[in-house]
């Protein structure tokens, strides 16, 4: 099992959720491991879905090319504390 | 409004497959404006906003002095400005661009070993292979010599090859000689735009390797008083933080992919057109996506092996409308064929087609083993076969899980040797596909629901999935 916080497993939940991600279960995602290429293997598709998702939950708007972006997108870990950070 | 000298400029004239008049690069003044730079092409001291169609030239020549003097050059800039300059570049240096499917280093390693007098073009990413490599950034450009003129190319030059978006990098290659992209190009400006009486502002989401993308954000700038912009944005608020920046009257490019997260989005921006192509368009996201940008949105019906060939608007109709240039006929087995005067052979069509009459059809599902995913078309057996060439999988099956949503991707039941598991699957996965194809979910099983025969019905199949998945 994968050491989360409750916010990181919220956010596996939300990954799991909008990427139909079947095979996994949230709880066993690495909060560490890379979300892109290697680790859970996902790809420029998968990045449109987050963020709409992402958008959809919290009114978030992210933007490709702002480092800030590019960060939370490397691990779970990052993701959740972007989203935590612009609450 | 600008309005053109030259009123032949607009009218389509026919081709002869065989024809070797010269035909040249652009049909474009020299002074319009043919890329807008969101940003700084710093190197090449260009600054953000309008490059006109004469500066474009200069840097072709540029460009084209320094390319080696070898056949192939896979073309993988991701600046839509510097993948034009290099395409044509390519073209006046009598070279032929290579348009891989996508980045894979099984892609590049297969491209360079088929095609082997070869280079590589491309503009700062990471580059795999034992092929020359040029930086179209780094590699320093000669000045500009004589004055510009526009350059003729012979129609029979091999411009280019496209690969069909197959799952593996064996997909079928395309040839595209010049005459069949110069007169697609004014077809598609005809049916697409009609006459325009200024500049149109354009901004793609789609790659410029892809056919889609190079129909719309490489030629018809080529051809038509269109002017592009060089970036590719991804998500919604990059899109319209680009279209914001663009001058009216603006365009987008895209596909339904894009926009169904466009129209999540709070914020719009007015658009004259709206063009969307490469997968299945609902009339429901047609419709919101015009509501959304106050803009006509039509839907190309295109393959890699003829391009753009009928037209619909998706928010109001079903049926599709043929180019006028390009003409289905449909056989008793109801196999559709289309053919051109500019094509250089008949081409059968992957898709269920249902003429109407002459210039009217409607659309099904897709026939035999081929799949859409997020507007790429693959093989399902050719996924299967990179499934059952890794040495850990005892027995294994992929298919396309129903009913297929947008982004539904191909699924994989696997029975795996002790010795590996899933995620190093995933790994030769990732070598081996384009990443729309990797299969995903990866099912573990003790053994496929195969019948006494050996065979696996996808009825069968489909209906263990169904099983699996609620039993978890």
Redesign the interface.
């Known amino acids: 099992m994968a050491n989360q916080s409750a916010a990181e497993l919220k956010m596996a939940e939300l990954l799991v959720d909008a990427l139909?991600?079947?095979?996994?279960t949230p709880s066993e995602i690495d909060p560490e491991a890379p979300l892109f290429?290697?680790g859970l293997?996902l790809?420029?598709?998968d990045?449109?879905?987050i963020?709409?998702a992402i958008?959809?939950r919290y009114g978030l708007?992210?933007?490709?090319?702002e480092a800030s972006?590019q960060e939370a997108f490397t691990t779970l870990k990052s993701l959740s504390a972007f989203v935590e950070a612009a609450q | 409004m600008w309005r053109p000298r030259n009123s032949q400029l607009f009218i389509y004239l026919p081709y002869h497959v065989n024809t070797t008049k010269p035909m040249a690069l652009l049909q474009r003044e020299l002074h319009q404006p043919i890329a807008y730079l969101l940003a700084a092409i710093k190197p090449w001291g260009l600054s953000p906003g309008l490059v006109s169609v004469e500066q474009f030239l200069t840097h072709v020549f540029r460009v084209a002095a320094v390319l080696p003097d070898r056949r192939y050059a896979i073309n993988l800039c991701e600046n839509r400005y510097l993948f034009m300059v290099a395409f044509c570049a390519v073209i006046v240096k009598r070279g032929t661009n290579l348009l891989p499917p996508n980045k894979n280093s099984a892609t590049q390693a297969r491209l360079q070993e088929i095609y082997q007098d070869i280079y590589i073009l491309h503009d700062g990413i990471e580059v795999l292979g034992s092929a020359a490599a040029i930086c179209l950034l780094t590699t320093p450009l000669p000045l500009a010599g004589a004055p510009v003129h526009i350059p003729d190319v012979d129609p029979r030059h091999l411009a280019a090859i496209s690969f069909t978006s197959g799952s593996t990098g064996d997909s079928t290659p395309v040839l595209k000689y010049w005459q069949t992209l110069a007169a697609s190009a004014v077809i598609n400006r005809n049916a697409m735009l009609g006459e325009l009486e200024g500049t149109l502002y354009q901004l793609a989401t789609v790659p410029a390797q892809h056919m889609w993308g190079l129909e719309t954000s490489v030629l018809l700038p080529l051809f038509a008083q269109v002017c592009v912009a060089e970036t590719k944005?991804?998500?919604?608020?990059?899109i319209i933080?680009t279209l914001v920046k663009l001058p009216q009257p603006a365009m987008l490019v895209t596909t339904p992919?894009?926009l169904?997260?466009l129209v999540?989005?709070v914020v719009t921006v007015p658009l004259s057109y709206i063009f969307c192509a490469t997968s299945p368009l609902t009339p429901q996201l047609a419709l919101q996506a015009e509501r959304h940008f106050s803009a006509e949105l039509r839907e190309i019906y295109g393959c890699s092996e003829v391009g753009s060939m009928a037209v619909r608007r998706t928010a109001a109709q079903e049926h599709w409308q043929r180019f006028s240039a390009i003409q289905f006929t449909q056989g008793k087995t109801g196999v559709a064929t289309v053919s051109a005067e500019h094509l250089t052979d008949q081409v059968i069509l992957q898709d269920d087609i249902c003429l109407i009459n002459q210039d009217q059809f409607t659309l099904g599902g897709r026939t035999g083993d081929m799949v859409n995913i997020?507007g790429k078309r693959g093989s399902v057996q050719e996924v299967n076969k990179v499934l059952l060439s890794f040495t850990g999988v005892i027995d294994g099956v992929v298919f396309m899980p129903q009913p297929q949503g947008a982004?539904?991707?191909l699924a994989a039941m696997v029975v795996l040797a002790d010795t590996v598991s899933?995620d190093k699957l995933?790994?030769y996965f990732?070598q081996h596909l384009d990443?729309?194809f990797?299969p995903?979910?990866?099912?573990q099983v003790d053994r496929l629901p195969r019948e006494e025969s050996g065979k696996l019905p996808q009825t069968k199949l489909l209906a263990y999935y169904e099983r699996l998945?609620n039993g978890?």
């Open positions: 139909n991600l079947e095979d996994i290429g290697e293997g790809d420029s598709i990045a449109l879905e963020a709409l958008s959809q708007q992210m933007r490709a090319e972006t | 944005p991804l998500f919604p608020q990059d933080d992919v894009h169904r997260s999540a989005t997020a982004t539904t991707r899933t995933r790994q990732r990443s729309a990797i995903r979910p990866i099912l998945k978890q």
